[in-house]
């Protein structure tokens, strides 16, 4: 079995590869999902070099930024946000990738207060037009960015999408390159957005092809999640 050090530095040359392919060397970053692996397992990739996590679960997530506060990682928000949620989020997260209604826009600016760097916000896109999944409508992102953009405590980055699965790679392209239309748009009307949050472990290369400054991975680095419906608790053993 390749070492975690192995399998990280294989992954950022497959990134790296995919972005140079793209014409834009260096422009990809890695976020590594550490949803359902324990704060040792995040340490020990930390050790390889890798320094930007994602959790889904607010309460998972910030045992392990309280467990790993030794480190300096920058830790992202990618799961659906409850409202009532808002107030931890804000204060143990540096980014939240999942902002898709009005509720937590206000709820996360009134909890990030002014007294820490603003808060960096992406807004999910349910780019499909999925039913039931989250994300706000493509035709909502504008409304949605000037509400960010008037908060004094957020910050705004950019998008975030999960394409349907779909099976057929060219939908999958398809639904990236809708993402990206919407960012390039975001971007024209509005300074500081740099970040387009699109491509797992099945697709980052085409979501790399379209565009994407940010794949979030998961069973390529870590391995395959076990199928448990719920996570298991992220305490030890
Ligand atoms: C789980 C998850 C990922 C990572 O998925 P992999 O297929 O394991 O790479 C990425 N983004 C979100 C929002 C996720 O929930």
Redesign the pocket.
């Known amino acids: 079995m390749p070492s975690l050090h192995q399998t990280l530095h294989g992954v950022l040359q497959t990134i790296e590869n995919a972005a140079t392919l793209a014409g834009r060397p260096r422009s990809v970053t890695l976020l590594a999902?550490s949803?359902t692996r324990t704060a040792d397992e995040v340490r020990a990739l930390a050790a390889a070099g890798q320094s930007v996590f994602?959790e889904?679960y607010v309460q998972e997530g910030i045992e392990k930024v309280r467990a790993l506060s030794d480190l300096s990682l920058e830790w992202h928000l990618?799961?659906h946000l409850q409202s009532n949620k808002c107030r931890e989020a804000a204060a143990h997260f540096d980014w939240v990738?999942?902002v898709d209604r009005p509720k937590l826009v206000a709820a996360l600016d009134q909890a990030r207060g002014p007294g820490r760097p603003p808060l960096n916000v992406l807004l999910q896109v349910n780019v499909d037009g999925e039913a039931g999944k989250s994300g706000c409508a493509p035709d909502q992102v504008a409304a949605l960015a000037d509400q960010v953009l008037a908060a004094p405590n957020l910050r705004l980055r950019g998008l975030?999408a999960?394409p349907e699965p779909h099976p057929d790679p060219a939908r999958r392209r398809a639904s990236f390159h809708a993402l990206r239309r919407l960012f390039d748009d975001l971007a024209a009307h509005h300074a500081g957005i740099d970040t387009l949050s699109m491509g797992?472990?099945?697709d980052f290369d085409l979501a790399i092809a379209e565009g994407a400054t940010l794949v979030?991975?998961?069973?390529?680095l870590f391995g395959a999640?076990s199928a448990s419906p719920t996570p298991p608790p992220a305490v030890n053993p």
């Open positions: 999902v949803k994602g889904n990618i799961g990738q999942s975030m999960i797992m472990s099945e979030r991975l998961g069973t390529a999640r």
